[in-house]
């Protein structure tokens, strides 16, 4: 008979089955059945009992039933059937009896054994496969999450050496610079970088030319023993003082869409038969992944590389200008894609007047980078036809609309006139400042007018600028980031350049930046700073 005590156990209806065909194996010494209980057991409390076969039929002996199950004098333990815990948070289910036995139930156990014991170990393959896929997708994730080339390929270095259980492992790769010339680089895990600094690059040898050629997966238990080992002058082997080798592990990283081979993964251990199938299977799929990241990165890097000498090929050089003191800068973004749609310009006019523009394009990459290039040139080109502030900006926003796709485009321009006067207009750019001599600050141009392309007038307004008095124009990548909005910003900022000695020089405005942004400013930024000396040419 079974105790009506069974319900103290969670179990799946699968499960149950099992549990009461082997409570109904429990007989005493007449062949009778005997009561038997359900018990739930953590795996705490498994720690020390062995399987049947591997079958999870657990059959604790004497000292284990005294210890677990006081007062028992038989006991089978079920352990879960797919490694989970149950409904009530166990992980087995004890089937315990209190009252003499024979050996029947032990003879149900072996039984259990024989038929589900091959199901459970390939269930267990499966899930060991299973948390080998996972593992390798944690890491495909990491890595093609990254655009930096340097965090790559240490990341994959880091995380191949540990997979493998190599003492060792080493990544080359290859860049190509500027010059369009390819060089090799390589990153260490497992020992410190010194471990290898007095040794060449590795070259094309037999043991290596597989990898570095792309050919396959190189696997040896024993390098030293491979005949393509040790053929090569000047060492015939391992240089001396190299680390020791015997396992050797060496796969091909190489780029889905072009063929090409990046680089080649390198493990090795000093014992012989460490590596098997399994760990040149992780360490191929690490590969993969590694080939999609930096072909990721080397793309993201091309484009950003082209984005900003573009960028930089559009802006002007500053002029002298007698009377002015001026710092320009255009520093691209630090951090992630967003290169190219701010700009600065100083126009010296025919009328012996100086213009100040300064400008954000929306968006960023090459478009943007390019519809700057065509705004700066179109007010550069209405400026020196001498046309007001507002008729620059209305005509560009004209135009803008006639060329562009759907974008719009903020400006503050600025025309300094002989007699000490300033007049601007903006196109919803971000207000000027105005630092007068007596340490006030005024905010020229705070919400005037819409961006160029969607706006078409833009009033115009006047100020002084006199002599000792400073401008200070820029784009919102100065005073706006992921960690503060730009109403937060332009109180950091007003409160920086306050405290700015005066007059205020390039590396000056270089701490301000610094200040501002950390250093890591995910836009572009872009300022122009003037002194009014008072000075004439």
């Keep these: 008979m079974i105790d009506e005590r069974d319900g103290t156990a969670g179990a799946s209806p699968g499960s149950d089955a099992l549990l009461a065909a082997l409570a109904s194996a429990f007989t005493g010494p007449d062949g009778r059945p005997v009561p038997v209980e359900r018990l739930a057991l953590t795996a705490g409390q498994l720690a020390g009992l062995c399987p049947v076969d591997g079958a999870g039929v657990l059959v604790p002996d004497e000292a284990q039933l005294t210890a677990l199950l006081p007062g028992a004098t038989a006991a089978l333990v079920v352990l879960d059937g797919d490694g989970t815990e149950n409904a009530d948070g166990s992980d087995a289910v004890a089937l315990v009896t209190r009252v003499a036995v024979g050996r029947s139930h032990l003879l149900a156990a072996e039984a259990v054994a024989a038929a589900t014991g091959r199901l459970r170990r390939a269930m267990g393959a499966l899930r060991t496969e299973a948390a080998v896929i996972d593992a390798l997708h944690s890491v495909g994730r990491r890595l ?14 880091d995380a191949a050496t540990t997979a493998v259980g190599a003492a060792f492992g080493a990544f080359f790769y290859n860049l190509v610079n500027q010059f369009g010339e390819s060089y090799t680089l390589y990153t260490l895990s497992g020992v410190p970088r010194e471990a290898f600094s007095r040794f060449p690059m590795p070259r094309n040898t037999e043991v290596f030319a597989p990898t570095f050629d792309g050919r396959g997966t190189l696997r040896s238990d024993d390098i030293t023993a491979d005949a393509r080992f040790g053929r090569n002058a000047p060492y015939h082997g391992m240089p001396e003082g190299h680390l020791p080798v015997r396992s050797y592990l060496a796969v091909s990283v190489i780029s889905p869409t072009s063929g090409e081979v990046l680089g080649g993964f390198f493990f090795g251990h000093p014992e012989p038969g460490r590596f098997t199938g399994r760990h040149e299977y992780v360490a191929e799929g690490i590969a993969g992944y590694s080939a999609i990241a930096l072909d990721n990165a080397r793309m993201f890097e091309r484009e950003r590389d082209f ?35 701010d700009w600065f310009d100083v126009i010296r006019l025919p009328s012996g007047a100086t213009a100040f523009v300064i400008g954000d394009v929306v968006g960023h990459g090459v478009t943007a980078a390019t519809v700057m290039g065509q705004v700066r040139t179109a007010i550069r080109s209405y400026a020196l036809l001498g046309l007001a502030p507002s008729e620059v900006l209305r005509h560009v926003s004209a135009l803008l609309d006639s060329f562009a796709e759907s974008t719009f485009v903020t400006c503050f321009y ?22 007068r001599t007596d ?15 969607v706006g078409s007038e833009f009033s115009e307004r006047t100020a002084e600028f006199r002599p000792g008095d400073d401008l200070f124009l820029y784009t919102d990548g100065l005073v706006e980031s992921r960690s503060r909005d730009v109403t ?33 400013h995910d836009d572009d930024v872009a300022l122009i700073y003037v002194h009014r000396t008072g000075e004439s040419g």
């Design 414 to 435: 600025a025309v300094q006139t002989p007699d000490d006067g300033l007049v601007y207009a903006s196109a919803g750019h971000l207000p000027a400042l105005l630092l």
């Design 488 to 520: 937060e910003g332009l109180e950091w900022l007003l409160e920086a350049v306050a405290a700015l000695p005066r007059p205020v020089t390039g590396e000056a405005c270089d701490e301000l930046v610094a200040q501002l942004t950390g250093g890591t």
């Design 307 to 341: 984005t900003r000498e573009l960028s930089r090929s559009m802006l002007p050089e500053t002029p002298t200008v007698p009377g002015l003191e001026l710092v320009t800068r255009y520093l691209p973004a630090v951090t992630g894609p967003k290169i190219g749609g």
């Design 439 to 453: 340490g006030t600050i005024e905010q020229l141009g705070e919400a005037m007018a819409q961006p160029l392309g």
């Design 144 to 157: 093609t999450a990254q655009l930096d080339i340097g965090r790559i390929v240490q990341e994959a270095t």
